[in-house]
């Protein structure tokens, strides 16, 4: 079975840093575009950031540019994203998800809650 | 930048009922627009990519149409499950719409 599992979520004070891990199983990770999404409660879903299959290839979204770092380590089947200078705004359910046709999101995780409050 | 605005924003209907949602991009994407489908406390689910395809197990009552500016989801007949969130995405920056929820009436 095709799945994504994110972990690594919980509560840190602003200014801290968190690092979330996606784990990816029944595919192969390696060939595919991983993207991190998340969701502030009640909102909707705002894109962060994208690595690709090629080294190198990655994109962020203004509001995390220079602040988060999308990395993966295809030997594990895994996704991280660094998440610094977290600020309270920041709080979101974080979702990864694989990218198919250099846009849609066709598998999701189940999501991991990040809280910044002190 | 490219910006999504769904509407309308709430829609209240029946079970058996036809929905009929919309999303407007500021700029045309052609045909690189994807539709998923959210329930409360659960990820979402792709349902439509490339304005009109129907993603691996989505029932035929959902259909996607439009291309550039405007496009739209339909569902043929509301069944209890199809309650929920809907949101828009587009290629050029991955960006999503505000979302539309489908209520029941």
């Known amino acids: 079975e095709v799945q994504l599992e994110e972990s690594g979520g919980g509560l840190v004070q602003p200014g801290g840093s968190l690092r979330l891990s996606c784990a990816a199983s029944?595919?192969?990770?390696?060939?595919?575009?991983m993207s991190w999404v998340r969701q502030a409660p009640g909102k909707g879903l705002e894109w962060l950031s994208y690595i690709g299959a090629s080294p190198g290839d990655l994109k962020y979204a203004d509001s995390v540019r220079g602040r988060f770092t999308i990395s993966r380590d295809n030997a594990k089947d895994s996704l991280f994203l660094q998440m610094n200078s977290l600020r309270a705004e920041d709080t979101a359910v974080y979702y990864c998800?694989?990218?198919?046709?250099?846009?849609?999101?066709?598998?999701w995780g189940q999501g991991t809650l990040v809280t910044v409050s002190s | 930048e490219i910006v999504l605005t769904q509407s309308p924003v709430t829609l209240s209907l029946s079970p058996g009922e036809r929905a009929t949602l919309s999303c407007r991009a500021s700029q045309s994407v052609s045909s690189s627009l994807a539709w998923y489908q959210q329930k409360p406390g659960q990820a979402p689910r792709l349902l439509i990519y490339?304005?009109?395809k129907r993603a691996t197990g989505i029932p035929v009552r959902f259909s996607g149409s439009g291309s550039g500016t405007d496009f739209t989801l339909t569902i043929s007949s509301l069944e209890p499950e199809d309650f929920a969130v809907y949101y828009c995405q587009q290629r050029s920056n991955w960006a999503f719409g505000q979302g539309t929820k489908v209520e029941v009436k």
């Open positions: 998800a694989r990218e198919l046709g250099g846009y849609y999101f066709d598998i």
């Open positions: 490339d304005a009109s």
């Open positions: 029944g595919f192969t990770f390696s060939a595919f575009t």
